[in-house]
């Protein structure tokens, strides 16, 4: 073997041994995603997120928007956070009760958390509908699901639907038991179920392994905040490794549980004002 190979070799296995580091095309889409799920608080005063064509809005059960990226072919569905009256009722029910809405058949022994199955089976038809109409309208573009808190357990439904999604669900908290959080993963082909959390953000651990939750996905953790670089970023050994979040967390001290660490995800979120990128509105 060539000096060369060898070299080139150990330099790929290396970082795997020692730390795992975010691939680029990973970093760049991750940044930009969070500007989307940040997006998603301003809703219908956001008129081209990103430079992108708003589709539609919902604005009542699970929140969000769809939109269409002409320059990178993607169509994004971005699900807002916790902002209204409703959503803090969504977020409070934790029970968990069995995975019955559209896109839970196949899914074995599964429970979920109560308020956001609700808040889901208000919209899921309606959202399905429309990126269906986007899809065949785009046929070669790419389905895109992100958001802030809740997007992951309404991707689920998506990633049943369709095939080849991909997930970037930020600081979300556990959406349902251990049964859920497999089926979640054999939804999304190989590592396309991403769980952005960062630093001591506690509402990734809200819902707790004790109360039977699991999380999901493979967890990206964020060291440095605001702007990290991808070396900021932890690519963790699966999605409830100590080494990251949850071993990281501080129990809330607010009602809410709501710290510093959980608005902030490469910008402020909630404050982006949806311009701020160059306009790709596509021709
Ligand atoms: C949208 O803008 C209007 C007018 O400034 C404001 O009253 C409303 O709260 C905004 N909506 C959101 C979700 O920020
Ligand atoms: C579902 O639960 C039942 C009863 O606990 C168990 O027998 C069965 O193996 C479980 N199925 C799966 C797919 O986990
Ligand atoms: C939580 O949701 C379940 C199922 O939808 C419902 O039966 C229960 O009453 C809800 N609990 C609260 C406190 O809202
Ligand atoms: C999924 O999409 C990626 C690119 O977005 C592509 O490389 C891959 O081949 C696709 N896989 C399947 C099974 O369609
Ligand atoms: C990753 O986690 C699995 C299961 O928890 C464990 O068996 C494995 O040793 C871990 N790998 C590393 C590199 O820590
Ligand atoms: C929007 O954001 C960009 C980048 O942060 C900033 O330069 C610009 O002043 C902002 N515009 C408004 C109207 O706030």
């Known amino acids: ?7 080139s070799l150990l330099v790929g296995i290396l970082p795997s041994l020692t730390k795992a580091v975010l ?5 760049d889409e991750m940044r930009y995603l969070a500007h989307h799920a940040s997006d998603a ?14 589709l539609q809005v919902w604005t009542t059960g699970a929140k969000g928007y769809l939109t269409l990226d002409g320059q990178r ?16 009722q969504t977020d409070g029910n934790q029970t968990l009760v069995p995975y019955t809405v559209k896109g839970s058949e196949g899914c074995k022994n599964c429970t979920v958390h109560a308020g956001i199955q609700k808040a889901w089976a208000k919209n899921v038809d309606s959202v399905l509908t429309a990126i269906k109409n986007a899809k065949t309208a785009h046929p070669t573009y790419k389905i895109i699901v992100t958001g802030h808190s809740l ?33 979640q993963e054999s939804l999304f ?15 990734p651990q809200a819902t707790t392994i004790e109360q039977g939750y699991y999380h999901g996905g493979t967890e990206y953790w964020i060291q440095k905040e605001p702007d990290p670089k991808p070396e900021d970023i932890k690519v963790c050994n699966g999605s409830e490794d100590q080494t990251c979040n949850a071993g990281h967390w501080t129990k809330p ?17 909630g404050t982006y004002n949806c311009t701020a990128d160059p306009a790709k509105v596509p021709t």
């Open 189 to 203: 082909l190989g590592t396309t179920f991403h769980r952005v959390t960062s630093l001591d953000d506690n509402v």
């Open 23 to 27: 691939d680029g095309v990973t970093y």
């Open 1 to 7: 073997m060539h000096l060369a190979t060898l070299i």
């Open 151 to 183: 997007g992951a357990f309404c991707g689920t439904t998506i990633a049943h639907e369709f095939t080849n999604v991909t997930a970037y669900g930020f600081a979300a908290f556990r959406a349902g038991n251990r049964a859920f959080a497999n089926y």
């Open 41 to 54: 608080y301003s809703m219908e005063n956001c008129t081209n997120p990103e430079g992108t064509v708003k």
């Open 73 to 88: 072919k993607w169509i994004i569905m971005s699900f807002r956070g916790t902002y209204d009256a409703e959503d803090f």
């Open 253 to 269: 001290t607010d009602s809410q549980g709501v710290n510093a660490a959980h608005i902030t995800y490469f910008i402020q979120v």
